[in-house]
C-alpha cells in the first residue's frame, strides 16, 4: 500500500459484519473463562488484553497504523508527546547514565531533559546539530546510552541530518531516537534514514484538528540490543532477566520487538501514562486525512513563506527550509522532499512592539498556544512560551523579540495572505 492507502486502512481490517470504522471499545478491563487463562496473559501480555492502562483495542488499531506509517514493526500510543519523549528515554536510560541531544530542540523538550531529567540522575549532554561527526563523538561518555533529534526543530526550523546523527549512534552502538512531529511521516521517515525509534507528538498534525493531546513512540525494530550489550555491556536490561516480569528477556523472548514491548510492559505498566480509547479513536480521525492534510499545508505555507521573503521593507528574515535560501535548503531537498510542513518562523522590523502590533491586527489567524492545526495560527515566543527570558537570553535560544511562529493552515492561501497583509500594514 501506498502512504495514503495507510492512512485510511492500515491497522483494522473489519472481519464480516464487523464495524467498518475503527470501534471505541470503552472499558477498562476484558473478561475471562479461567484464572489460568488471565495468568498466561500475566506471563505474556502479548496474547490477549487485560488492562487498559497499556493496552486497548481502538488505541491497538491507532498504534499499529502508525506503525505502518513509519515503517516500523510496532508502536505504543503515550498520553502526550511530552510523555513519548520521556518513556522513549526512560526505557534505555536510568540514575547514572547520560545521552546526547541535538540543542535545538522542542523547548519542552529541552526542558524535560535539561531539568526534569537531571533529578532522575540522567544527565542530557547538548551538542549543536549542524557539528561535525567528529566534534560530536568528543560528546560521548563511557555511560552514553541514546542520541536524540529531531527531524524539523519546533520553532528553530533546523533539518536534522538524520544521516550523520544514525552514524555517529551506530558507531558508538546505542541507538538514534527522532521526534518527527513536524514532518509526520507524509513528509519524512526517519526509519528509512537510520533511526532506530521514532517518536511523536500527535497532537499536532496527526491529530490537526486541535482537539486530543497524545504521542507515540515508534520502534523500527532494526536496532541490535544483545550485539549492543556484547560489545559495550550496555542495555543489560534487554538482555539478562527482569526481575519484575518472573525473569523475563526481551530481546530473547521478543525479538526485535524487545523495545516497545519492554516500554510497555515496565514503563505503562508502572505509569499508565496511557490515552483513552476515545481519545484514540479521535486520533484516528486526523490520520485518515494525514496525507491530503500534509500536502495542502505545504503548498500554502510555501507561498506565505515566498509572500514573506518579498515584504523586505517590513520582515527581516524568514525560516523557512524550502526556501531556497534557506540555510537548511539542501537538507531539506534531502529529507524532507515532498515539503516542510505548515510551519514557518520570521522576525518582524522594529522587534518586539512591532511584533505584538502584528499579531494582535490578524483577524483570520489566530492567537493560540499551539501549533500545526487545521486554522492558521500564530504564536510570539519572546511574549509567550519564553516570556521569562531577558532579551540576551532569547538571543542565545535563537530567538529575537521580533520574531514570531506562523502556522499555516488549511484556508485559502489567498485568504491568508490578505491576513497577513492587512496587519503587517497596520506596523
Ligand atoms: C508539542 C511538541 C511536543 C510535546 O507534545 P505534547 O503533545 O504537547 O505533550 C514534543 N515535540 C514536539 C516537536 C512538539 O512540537
Redesign the pocket.
Known amino acids: 500500500m501506498n502512504i495514503e492507502t495507510k492512512c485510511l486502512h492500515s491497522g483494522y481490517y473489519p472481519e464480516n459484519s464487523e464495524p467498518r470504522v475503527v470501534p471505541i471499545v470503552q472499558s477498562t478491563t476484558y473478561r475471562f473463562d479461567s484464572t489460568e487463562h488471565i495468568a498466561d496473559i500475566f506471563d505474556d501480555p502479548t496474547k490477549g488484553l487485560i488492562y487498559s492502562r497499556f493496552a486497548n483495542p481502538t488505541c491497538d488499531a491507532v498504534e499499529k497504523k502508525i506503525a505502518a506509517l513509519e515503517g516500523g514493526v510496532a508502536a505504543m500510543l503515550t498520553s502526550?508527546?511530552?510523555?513519548?519523549?520521556l518513556c522513549s528515554i526512560l526505557n534505555i536510560c536510568s540514575a547514572g547514565d547520560s545521552f546526547i541531544s541535538a540543542s535545538s530542540?522542542?523547548g519542552?523538550?529541552v526542558n524535560l531533559f535539561g531539568v526534569t531529567m537531571k533529578k532522575f540522575g540522567i544527565e542530557c549532554i547538548w551538542v549543536d546539530g549542524n557539528a561535525s561527526e567528529e566534534e560530536i563523538q568528543k560528546a560521548f561518555k563511557p555511560n552514553t546510552k541514546a542520541v536524540f533529534g529531531?527531524t524539523l526543530?519546533?520553532p528553530a526550523l533546523q533539518v536534522c541530518d538524520i544521516e550523520k546523527f544514525a552514524r555517529i549512534a551506530h558507531k558508538n552502538y546505542v541507538p538514534l531516537i527522532i521526534?518527527n512531529?513536524?514532518p509526520t511521516p507524509i513528509l519524512c521517515r526517519p526509519i528509512e534514514y537510520g533511526a532506530d525509534i521514532v517518536?511523536?507528538?500527535?497532537?499536532?498534525y496527526m491529530d490537526g484538528h486541535a482537539i486530543q493531546?497524545?504521542?507515540v513512540i515508534v520502534d523500527s525494530g532494526n536496532f541490535n540490543w544483545e550485539k549492543a550489550y556484547e560489545k559495550t555491556g550496555k542495555f543489560a536490561d534487554f538482555v539478562e532477566p527482569d526481575e519484575s516480569y518472573h525473569g523475563l528477556v526481551y530481546t530473547k523472548k521478543y525479538g526485535n520487538l524487545a523495545y516497545i514491548l519492554k516500554a510497555r510492559m515496565q514503563l505503562m505498566r508502572d505509569f499508565g501514562c496511557y490515552p483513552s480509547a476515545h481519545s484514540a479513536f479521535l486520533l484516528n480521525l486526523g490520520l485518515e486525512t494525514l496525507a491530503v492534510r500534509m500536502k495542502q499545508y505545504c503548498e500554502n505555507a510555501l507561498t506565505v513563506a515566498k509572500y514573506f521573503e518579498k515584504r523586505t521593507d517590513k520582515i527581516e528574515r524568514v525560516n523557512y527550509p524550502a526556501l531556497k535560501n534557506d540555510k537548511y535548503y539542501e537538507l531539506a531537498k534531502k529529507y524532507l522532499k515532498d515539503g516542510c510542513s505548515g510551519v514557518i518562523t520570521f522576525s518582524i522590523k522594529g522587534g518586539r512592539s512591532a511584533a505584538v502590533r502584528f499579531m494582535d491586527g490578524l483577524k483570520l489567524a489566530s492567537n493560540v498556544v499551539h501549533?500545526?492545526d487545521i486554522r492558521t495560527c500564530v504564536l510570539h515566543p519572546a511574549a509567550e512560551t519564553h516570556r521569562q527570558l531577558t532579551d540576551e537570553q532569547l538571543t542565545a535560544a535563537g530567538i529575537d523579540g521580533g520574531m514570531i511562529r506562523f502556522s499555516c493552515g488549511l484556508e485559502n492561501v489567498e485568504d491568508i495572505i490578505s491576513d497577513i497583509e492587512q496587519a503587517l500594514n497596520n506596523v
Open positions: 502526550s508527546g511530552q510523555a513519548a519523549s530542540i522542542y519542552g523538550t529531531e526543530a519546533n521526534d512531529t513536524f517518536i511523536h507528538s500527535t497532537s499536532k493531546i497524545g504521542g501549533v500545526a
